[in-house]
């Protein structure tokens, strides 16, 4: 009796873990509720969306404020996965800090979570193709709106992930992609810009208006601040914390290093004079350094 081979088909199980694995990204975290630092950030959210609007500001400035906030605890989180304190205390710090000197340009808050979540490794996945194609788009979208400084941090962070060789290591020519993606587009601006001006009577052209830089002296204040505790902040630490999606310690040189690259950013920030749009980076890295130095446990009462 011939045997008739029937072709095998994968399934519904394993067909359900492809498009789960074809899906996965390193860039999303859903925030669970039943935890109590996610609850503190959702209460957060709501509280500084809510203090501008009492206070009688518009919509735009009152998203502004309580986006501002929870991008400083999303930030501390891929900065110090450990100690969740440290995101408790980066939300009011950069609230505060959009409620009394403007909200910041939420471009480059968002750039700076997603490359330092990538950076960090935290979710456990290597950057898919739709999270390469992602952090491109927020660089481009960062250098238009004027945030050169943030839109640097998607190549850099790529290029330390490539270089740290593990299992959720992109390929090293991402990092091209991420570099060329944040410096391309205001280069090519900027020749555009230039070859109409030439076209132009330089005798009728009016002195273009100057624009106006992206910082304040409270913001400056938070990046010095940052960046005086550089040393603290810098040093090798033990990280206990898992990957969301991989029984998997989160890697205590990525961490490092994402530590590093937020200082690097800060330092630039401040040369550029963007301190306004890394302001919730800014509390976040703050926020660590007071923890490593000591003064947020010197400043907690003991029970």
Do not use: I
């Amino acid at each position: 009796m011939a045997l008739t081979l029937l072709p095998l088909r994968p399934t519904p199980a394993q067909q359900a873990q492809k498009r789960a694995t074809q899906l996965a990204s390193a860039l999303p975290r859903p925030l669970d509720l039943t935890v109590a630092s996610n609850r503190y950030a959702a209460a957060g959210l709501a509280v500084g969306t809510l203090a501008p609007l009492l206070l009688g500001r518009g919509w735009k400035a009152a998203l502004g404020t309580g986006m501002a906030g929870f991008s400083a605890w999303a930030t501390a989180r891929e900065l110090d996965p450990d100690h969740p304190q440290t995101a408790a205390v980066a939300l009011p710090v950069a609230a505060a800090a959009a409620l009394l000197g403007g909200a910041p340009n939420l471009l480059g808050s968002l750039t700076a979570v997603s490359s330092l979540r990538v950076l960090s490794a935290t979710v456990g996945h290597r950057p898919s193709q739709n999270d390469l194609l992602a952090l491109g788009v927020q660089a481009a979208l960062s250098a238009f709106a004027g945030q050169r400084a943030a839109a640097l941090l998607p190549g850099a962070a790529l290029s330390l992930a490539a270089d740290a060789g593990d299992r959720f290591a992109p390929a090293p020519e991402a990092a091209l992609y991420g570099v060329a993606a944040g410096v391309l587009p205001p280069t090519l601006h900027r020749q555009e810009k230039d070859s109409k001006e030439k076209g132009t009577d330089r005798a009728d052209q009016k002195a273009p208006p100057k624009k106006a830089s992206d910082r304040g002296v409270l913001t400056d204040l938070l990046s010095l601040a940052a960046l005086g505790l550089s040393q603290s902040l810098a040093a090798p630490e033990t990280v206990r914390s898992g990957c969301d999606l991989v029984p998997t310690t989160v890697s205590a040189q990525r961490v490092q290093r994402s530590r590093q690259l937020a200082l690097g950013a800060l330092g630039l920030g401040l040369l550029l004079r963007e301190s306004r749009g890394l302001a919730p980076l800014a509390a976040a890295t703050l926020a660590v350094g007071l923890r490593r130095s000591g003064a947020l446990d010197a400043a907690t009462p003991k029970s």
